[in-house]
């Protein structure tokens, strides 16, 4: 293994809005022979995943999964059902949607971006006024990240579908949902979604290296139309191998054996409890940036990410020293800001194998991190985390495993 220093005594906190903490459990299912993927064993691994990751998609259409990380999937929704000139409607939440519209203006779309102030999610009046004003239905796809990753803020995926139907457009719906599924509440089914777009190393639990669409019969019908160019992720032959539990190409064998692993994980837990849990660790987490007398950046408390916060740093102090204070004593990496907040806030993932425990550790190194940089800041925000925890304990299983 390449040997970067010296090892450091305990684990590493990953506490950035991932990659996540990969549980032990993944990490030894992964560490396992690699099978012939065409050979009898494999259809079985292939068709259980599937099958797993339309429940956690909450859906009985389409899943098909990619060998790429999420930025693989984000293109897989565009070239699978738009045509070149297209016109997308987009929300501007922050980084993230920013890059999916770049993506989309380099694949010759063209891409309408209601402007946001980054602190907020996608307003589905907005949206609403855009459609009904667009009679001779120009508009072929409206794309939403659910949980803008840059900032810590959720946009309400059930509002836009109900702001497009108010507005009786066909548009296609599209979200990322790249780091909130297996973390926030979604339902790719109920919320007439037709295309959710997913990574494996953010609520799954697993390392980088898969990605997934969820796929409507409405969006399968658009792909038989839309002209953009495709070849690696064309959902047609994937469909068709996937039906025995194969792949048209060699698909991550062994990430699928942790794919595996993290589904059952989340299955035993119940995904309404990892649900409720990400919200209890979300709300710990803020208590104490509000101890502490700091800012979180999300603007709406309705919108408030389950998985990350991004902290404003206080005027004239650096958001990227404080982190490499954090990194250098306590081994903790946190999310940095991108790229218009950079250096302007830090993110505190607390998204996916995540217990009380390691929050209130990641919460004590970031107090004891601002202390060392020298930021203004109260005491106390572990304590109030600690309260909070406390007052809202739950029973968790006690196997170390
Ligand atoms: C991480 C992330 C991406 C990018 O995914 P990659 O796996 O880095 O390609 C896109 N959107 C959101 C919301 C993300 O969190």
Redesign the pocket.
């Known amino acids: 293994m390449l040997r970067l220093s010296s090892h450091p005594s305990g684990r590493h906190f990953l506490q950035i809005?991932?990659p996540t903490n990969v549980p032990d459990r993944v990490l030894r299912a992964i560490d396992n022979v690699t099978i012939d993927h065409r050979g009898p064993e494999f259809g079985e691994l292939g068709k259980s995943v599937l099958a797993g990751m339309k429940k956690v998609f909450k859906t009985k259409s389409h899943v098909v999964i990619y060998p790429a990380?999420?930025?693989g999937a984000?293109e897989a929704a565009l070239v699978n059902t738009l045509s070149a000139g297209d016109l997308v409607l987009m929300a501007e939440t922050g980084h993230?949607a920013a890059?999916w519209k770049k993506m989309a203006t380099e694949l010759g779309l063209r891409v309408e971006f209601l402007p946001g102030d980054w602190r907020r999610g996608a307003d589905a009046s907005a949206i609403e006024a855009r459609l009904k004003a667009d009679a001779d239905h120009e508009i072929k796809a409206v794309c939403i990240?659910h949980?803008?990753?840059a900032t810590g803020v959720t946009s309400n995926v059930n509002g836009v579908r109900a702001a497009i139907d108010r507005a009786k457009h066909p548009a296609l719906l599209m979200v990322?949902t790249?780091?909130s599924l297996g973390s926030i509440d979604y339902r790719h089914d109920e919320w007439g979604v037709d295309v959710s777009v997913a990574?494996s190393?953010?609520g799954l639990m697993l390392p980088?290296g898969l990605?997934f669409n969820a796929i409507s019969a409405k969006a399968l019908a658009a792909s038989e139309h839309a002209t953009l160019r495709r070849s690696y992720w064309d959902w047609h032959p994937m469909i068709a191998s996937n039906a025995t539990g194969y792949f048209p190409y060699t698909p991550a064998t062994n990430l699928l054996y942790g794919l595996h692993e993290a589904l059952e994980m989340i299955f035993h837990e119940g995904l309404e409890t990892v649900f409720a849990r990400h919200q209890r660790h979300g709300e710990a987490t803020r208590r104490a940036v509000l101890a502490w007398g700091l800012e979180v950046l999300c603007a709406d408390p309705a919108e408030y990410s389950p998985a990350l916060t991004a902290v404003i740093m206080p005027e004239g102090h650096s958001a990227d020293a404080f982190r490499k204070v954090v990194l250098d004593h306590f081994n903790m990496s946190l999310g940095q800001g991108l790229s218009k907040l950079k250096d302007k806030v830090f993110r505190i993932g607390h998204l996916g194998d995540i217990n009380d425990l390691s929050v209130c550790g990641t919460l004590a190194g970031i107090e004891m991190g601002l202390e060392l940089a020298g930021v203004p800041h109260k005491k106390g925000g572990v304590q109030a985390a600690m309260g909070y925890l406390a007052q809202n304990a739950e029973v968790r299983s006690t196997a170390v495993t």
Request: hydrophobic share 25%; charged share 15%; glycine share 16%.
């Open positions: 809005p991932g990380s999420g930025t984000w993230f890059m990240v949980n803008e990753t990322d790249i780091s990574g190393q953010k980088p990605s």
